[in-house]
């Protein structure tokens, strides 16, 4: 009897064709199989995120990521028309920079016509995660709400332990 093995993981920044490299590098052997028969053996947060959205008809997205992973598996499901705090190369966007002093950069950022397009939020494990990135995000939600249309889904792809995305100290105020 045959056994399906599949390999599964909820490290956002990692695309499945990276995992089947890691995996590789890891001396796991695929025995012959194909590239697509070893993408199909990947179950990623990041894929499963844009396999997500496809199936509920979501095509504009904001994402919140320090790595492009996510804006690939979405491009390779047919979602392009995003926008997201990185460029589709990794580097970040200038304008979600946290080190930036520029009081007028939220502002600018929900200014944008891409914003009013936007159909869903996305969170991803963020290792350079803002405070500029989360008023975006909250300002986006928020405006949606402010013109009566439906509540915007957030989504969060990963909490993983290793990229602590906020704390709470347990006391209020």
């Not at 012959?32 to 997500?52: F, K, Q, V």
């Not at 986006?140 to 993983?160: H, N, R, V």
């Given at each position: 009897?045959?056994?399906?093995?599949?390999?599964?993981t909820?490290?956002?920044?990692l695309?499945?064709?990276?995992?089947?490299?890691?995996?590789?590098?890891?001396?796991?052997?695929?025995?012959?199989?194909?590239?697509?028969?070893?993408?199909?053996?990947?179950?990623?947060?990041?894929?499963?995120?844009?396999?997500?959205?496809?199936?509920?008809?979501?095509?504009?997205?904001?994402?919140?990521?320090s790595d492009?992973?996510?804006?690939?598996?979405l491009?390779?499901?047919?979602?392009?028309?995003?926008?997201?705090?990185?460029?589709?190369?990794?580097?970040p966007?200038?304008?979600?920079?946290?080190?930036?002093?520029d009081?007028?950069?939220?502002?600018?950022?929900?200014?944008?016509p891409?914003?009013r397009?936007?159909?869903?939020?996305?969170?991803?494990?963020?290792?350079?995660?803002?405070?500029?990135?989360?008023a975006a995000?909250?300002?986006?939600?928020?405006?949606?709400d402010?013109?009566?249309?439906?509540?915007l889904?957030?989504?969060?792809?990963?909490?993983?332990r290793?990229v602590v995305?906020?704390?709470?100290?347990g006391?209020?105020?």
């Amino acid at each position: 009897m045959g056994k399906r093995i599949l390999f599964v993981t909820n490290d956002s920044s990692l695309t499945r064709k990276a995992c089947v490299a890691r995996l590789e590098r890891l001396r796991v052997r695929f025995g012959g199989r194909r590239l697509s028969d070893r993408l199909a053996m990947c179950i990623t947060s990041a894929h499963t995120t844009a396999l997500y959205l496809k199936a509920r008809g979501l095509r504009h997205p904001f994402v919140v990521a320090s790595d492009s992973a996510v804006l690939e598996e979405l491009r390779a499901v047919g979602i392009d028309q995003y926008h997201a705090t990185v460029l589709d190369s990794g580097e970040p966007r200038r304008e979600f920079l946290s080190g930036q002093q520029d009081a007028g950069a939220l502002s600018r950022i929900v200014a944008c016509p891409w914003v009013r397009r936007v159909d869903c939020v996305v969170v991803t494990s963020d290792s350079g995660f803002s405070a500029r990135k989360v008023a975006a995000a909250v300002n986006i939600l928020a405006m949606a709400d402010e013109a009566g249309k439906p509540p915007l889904p957030l989504m969060a792809c990963s909490s993983d332990r290793s990229v602590v995305m906020g704390t709470y100290n347990g006391k209020s105020g």
